[in-house]
């Protein structure tokens, strides 16, 4: 490990969360979409336990969390963190990746600048084999489900995937899916009560039964999650 590089990526999270990007969308934006650095900081502490040598990341943005998982790259010797983003020239004029790049990631991190559901299937057509995961894009169920779907493929067994804002309705839909159904197991992670959900894939996949499909919404789910209002 190069402390010089581990210094320069820590101060690089240090001036975006003080300064904010080089650009913002509209005044605000940036502290409404980023993660707080509590947040990043339990994503880190989370992604350096796993020691990944891979690490996939689905959503970019202002670049908060990629920073952080860059941390915990550049900490424990990992190699390489892919992000998937294609909304990143279009819609934040590259601000996240600027931050990447002047934090001195290029040698680690890449970006996908397709959508989700193209880029894992290409990842796995290559042979990647991701350690760890974390999912920041689009909340609609559907597209949640697709993207964990992929990533139960992506990401070796027994590995880690952790979603951002589960308490959307679809965050927390799709993940109670892969929970009940398919054998994931929540972890305990830090950071902003109910945002957060870390789950471990099992070391050996689930094959459902086609003939059954048991309700995979816990209780309070339909009342609670799915019924949320948030601005």
């Not at 990526?9 to 969308?25: D, Q």
């Not at 996240?96 to 996908?112: N, P």
Request: glycine share 10%; net charge negative.
């Amino acid at each position: 490990m190069s402390q010089t590089r581990l210094d320069r990526v820590r101060e690089a999270r240090r001036t975006l969360a003080a300064e904010g990007p080089n650009w913002v969308r509209s005044e605000g934006d940036f502290g409404v979409v980023t993660l707080p650095v509590e947040d990043c900081d339990a994503i880190r502490d989370a992604m350096a336990a796993e020691r990944p040598a891979t690490v996939v990341e689905i959503g970019l943005a202002y670049g908060s969390s990629a920073l952080a998982i860059g941390e915990a790259l550049v900490a424990t010797g990992g190699r390489r963190h892919v992000i998937v983003d294609p909304y990143q020239e279009s819609a934040f004029r590259d601000a996240g990746w600027t931050a990447v790049r002047g934090a001195g990631l290029e040698g680690i991190s890449e970006l996908l600048r397709q959508p989700s559901q193209n880029a894992l299937p290409r990842l796995i057509e290559e042979g990647v084999v991701a350690d760890a995961a974390f999912v920041d894009g689009s909340h609609v169920f559907h597209q949640v489900f697709v993207d964990v779907y992929f990533l139960q493929t992506l990401v070796k067994p027994g590995g880690l995937v952790i979603l951002d804002d589960h308490w959307w309705p679809g965050v927390a839909l799709a993940s109670a899916y892969f929970e009940t159904v398919m054998g994931w197991t929540a972890e305990p992670i830090s950071g902003t009560p109910g945002r957060l959900r870390a789950l471990r894939l099992p070391a050996t996949p689930a094959t459902p039964d086609f003939k059954v499909l048991p309700p995979f919404w816990r209780d309070g789910d339909l009342g609670g999650h799915l019924s949320v209002s948030r601005s």
